[in-house]
């Protein structure tokens, strides 16, 4: 069995890394990751509105639960 130490962090079954709690946004690099598409290829996608984004100041978050949804095909989410 491995030992984790407080500061390590896992990764969720989305390939979120998770420390306490799960995040709630990645970056579109991360989404892109995620995805398995180039990081031009997502950020494309969030300029036409397909993968879904927020902006936070001058930074483009993408929320984990809407790309979850997206990916399930959920529509309403």
């Known amino acids: 069995m491995e030992t984790m130490h407080l500061g ?5 079954d989305a390939g979120v890394e998770v420390g306490r709690a799960e995040r709630l946004t990645v970056s579109v690099e991360e989404a892109a ?6 990081r031009g290829t997502a950020y494309n996608l969030v300029r036409t509105g397909d993968i879904p984004s927020v ?3 001058r930074r483009i978050v993408v929320p984990v639960r809407r790309l979850r949804a997206l990916i399930d095909g959920d529509a309403g989410v």
């Open 8 to 12: 390590d962090r896992q990764r969720s």
């Open 33 to 38: 990751e995620m995805l398995g598409v180039s």
């Open 55 to 57: 902006r936070l100041g």
